[in-house]
């Protein structure tokens, strides 16, 4: 029923325009209607694939493959620090904007701790259901409970119910057996020692908690008791009762779901059997305009969607909507018979779900030079987090809680003659207003007489060059995933007209969720070229960048040849010349590496590092040879002759040589 769908669309978007118009307008208008919504879960089947559709899993979250107990699990078996969400895909309307009222919402589920290694005592992490505003962030693992991020938004808005196993006296835990409530903060609110109702949360035997809360009163209640016999009825004596206003903490549309942690040395897993969610709230239907939805769809064909995709849409004409839904399902049962043409669905479509998904998070900002001294304690040297020739990055705390890294250029670099200040800051401020799941945001920036700063989000779970080079081997689809990753931030970049200038493993971040972010731009431009020349050349330096750190991903080893080794790229080729390619991935992968992708992404690599005249690709084509979209072109035979030094990108190759290796 495709065209009951565009008929949706159009409707929403036509009174979404509508209310947009009169978005000022605060005071509610129209009768009050009751907006419900409702789910249930008896379990989390794998194979279910309305599971699949409807629970996003972020980290390390799994749905069990044991059929006889097909539960959620946060984090996954066996795995120290780990962190995982599992959310309900759809956001659920939980705040009436206009009068602010929360809505009344119950949920019951059962689940149950395991710990593998039975020592209750000194068991860490635990489980929250958690309200955030987003289906793609993980927080941190440990006592953070997947519940908060470092590099959280200057207003994250989360509401979490803990069910915490460990006692962290910093956050204000009582015992390491608590039931907590949080609201934008990881320092709970109110926590309960549920030893004094009989429970504990890590026996290993299969809970179920209620919550219970009335919008309209703001009133909270939580319940807890075992599952089973008479598993319908509600314990008596809550574990918490009393007044709660979650309305500062709430947008009004908010997704819904499980969070949990493990901890160092510790893998408790957490499991979620059984769901059940109900929410009411008010809404105040307005009466609709009375201009004709033709010509405002006119208007909304002639291009101009930025100011539609900046904001979800009012709730309030979703409602309508819905009501118009059921008019529409009868119009198209009528209109079916003659099969409309649907030359432009998809480009509404595509809108529509623009529409519905959350805002972009904050914009980059000015930072004075007193709010950033404070955050990074005086750039003290405890904060260092590195350094180059050009600059010294602080790890910082702004006065919100969030983490971010400061990038501060050193005065020598500023007054030398290669930096251009005027054109670094348009740079800055271009680059802050972009946004890609792939690339580190930028902050904000501070721009003073004497300091150049550029504030990125703090991405805590350290960057790739330690993952490779440093503690511990990532698997082979955590490495292709690297690869991808990076690879769809610049071709971002690249189609924004951009480059990053400054692709290196240092500057890759691994989240908690395994996903690869690209940080740190190499702003500095030299003023003597043309920008568009410039922006050009620079993308195929990232282009050729990107091809090393696909050979550094695939071998473990650094770029760099320690003394008495060949250099990485030279060693690359030398290993394709004699067909030897699949010795160059690292063994530290063991068995599970896919041996056809690996060779594919190898030479996808080694395409990068090609002379532009001798075939580099742009970053469009590197993205569809990793997605199979395109056949990868057969390599040279031969390594070209003046691949060095690295940064050789301005066409000096002149053939290719075949002299053998030694
Ligand atoms: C909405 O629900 C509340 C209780 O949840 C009820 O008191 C009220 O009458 C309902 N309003 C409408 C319009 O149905
Ligand atoms: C969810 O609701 C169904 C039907 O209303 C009920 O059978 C089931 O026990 C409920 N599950 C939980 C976890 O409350
Ligand atoms: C874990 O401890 C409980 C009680 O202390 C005991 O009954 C159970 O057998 C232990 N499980 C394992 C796997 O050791
Ligand atoms: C929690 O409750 C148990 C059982 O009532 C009690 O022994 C323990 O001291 C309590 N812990 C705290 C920190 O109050
Ligand atoms: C984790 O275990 C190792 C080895 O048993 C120990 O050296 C380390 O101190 C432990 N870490 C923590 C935080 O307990
Ligand atoms: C699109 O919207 C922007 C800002 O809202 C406005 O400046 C611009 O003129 C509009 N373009 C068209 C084609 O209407």
């Known amino acids: 029923m495709a065209s009951t769908d565009l008929f949706l669309i159009i409707i929403l978007t036509t009174l979404y325009i509508n209310s947009t118009e009169s978005s000022n307008k605060k005071t509610p208008s129209g009768p009050e209607i009751n907006v419900t919504k409702h789910l249930s879960f008896l379990n989390f089947l794998s194979t279910n694939p309305r599971i699949n559709q409807e629970i996003t899993l972020l980290g390390s979250a799994i749905l069990s493959t044991s059929t006889h107990s097909p539960c959620i699990q946060v984090p996954e078996n066996n795995l120290q620090s780990a962190a995982g969400r599992a959310i309900y895909s759809s956001p659920i309307r939980l705040l009436d904007p206009s009068t602010q009222t929360p809505a009344s919402f119950q949920t019951t589920f ?80 109110t926590a309960v020692n549920v030893s004094d109702f009989g429970i504990r949360l890590n026996d290993g035997s299969v809970h179920r908690a209620w919550i219970v809360y009335d919008g309209n009163k703001r009133f909270l209640e939580i319940y807890l008791g075992p599952d089973g016999v008479g598993s319908d009825s509600v314990p008596t004596k809550s ?74 849409p009012s709730s309030f004409f979703i409602f309508l909507a819905v009501v118009f839904l059921v008019i529409i399902v009868m119009i198209t049962f009528y209109v079916n018979g003659k099969r409309k043409e649907k030359k432009n669905s998809d480009e509404i479509i595509v809108v529509s779900k623009e529409n519905l998904r959350p805002s972009p998070p904050n914009r980059a900002r000015k930072f004075s030079l007193a709010e950033i001294s404070s955050a990074t304690r005086a750039f003290g040297e405890l904060q260092i987090l590195g350094s180059d020739d050009k600059s010294v990055t602080y790890k910082g705390t702004l006065i919100n809680g969030c983490n971010v890294a400061v990038k501060r250029f050193s005065s020598q670099f500023l007054s030398s003659r290669v930096s251009d200040k005027r054109r670094m800051y348009k740079e800055v401020k271009t680059i802050g207003k ?117 050979l550094e991903i695939m071998s473990g080893r650094g770029r760099r040849s320690k003394p008495g080794e060949l250099d990485l790229l030279d060693l690359a080729w030398a290993m394709h010349e004699s067909d030897e390619k699949g010795n160059l991935v690292d063994r530290r992968m063991g068995s599970v590496v896919n041996p056809d992708q690996a060779i594919r992404v190898l030479e996808i690599g080694l395409l990068c590092t090609l002379n532009d005249n001798k075939g580099r690709p742009n970053m469009e084509e590197v993205v569809e040879y990793l997605n199979l979209e395109r056949p990868v072109p057969e390599l040279p035979v031969c390594r070209p002759v003046s691949l060095f030094p690295y940064s050789s990108t301005t066409g000096l190759c002149s053939g290719y040589s075949c002299t053998p290796f030694k």
């Open 110 to 189: 059962t689940f149950q701790f395991q710990n593998p290694s039975n020592i209750s005592e000194s068991s860490s992490g635990g489980l929250s259901f958690i309200i955030v505003p987003d289906e793609f962030t993980v927080g941190r693992p440990g006592p953070w409970l997947g519940m908060l991020n470092d590099a959280c938004e200057d207003e994250y808005k989360v509401v979490a119910i803990e069910f915490d196993t460990r006692m962290n006296p910093e956050f204000g835990d009582p015992n390491d057996n608590h039931v907590g409530i949080n609201l934008g903060s990881i320092v709970s609110e």
């Open 239 to 312: 574990v918490y009762s009393g007044n709660l206003d979650l309305s500062p903490y709430l947008n009004e549309y908010m997704f819904i779901g499980f969070s949990g942690s493990s901890g160092i040395n510790h893998t408790q897993v957490h499991t979620i059997c059984s769901w059940n969610f109900t929410s009411v709230s008010r809404a105040f239907l307005r009466v609709p305009s009375t201009e004709s939805c033709e010509s405002k769809i006119i208007v909304e064909n002639g291009g101009n969607y930025s100011s539609i995709q900046s904001k979800a």
């Open 434 to 550: 972009i946004r890609h799941p792939n690339l580190v945001p930028i902050r904000g920036w501070c721009f003073d007489h004497q300091e150049t700063i550029v504030v990125y989000d703090f991405v805590p779970n350290a960057s790739l060059d330690k993952w490779l080079f440093g503690f511990g081997v990532l698997p082979w689809t955590r490495r292709f995933k690297v690869v991808k990753d990076v690879a769809e931030a610049l071709r971002y970049l690249h189609s924004k007209e951009l480059a990053h200038k400054n692709v290196k493993s240092s500057n890759v971040f691994i989240d908690v969720s395994f996903r690869a972010l690209l940080g740190d731009f190499g702003f500095v431009l030299s003023s003597s070229e043309s920008t568009r020349f410039e922006s050009l050349v620079s993308q195929k330096v990232d282009v050729f960048e990107f091809g090393v750190l696909v």
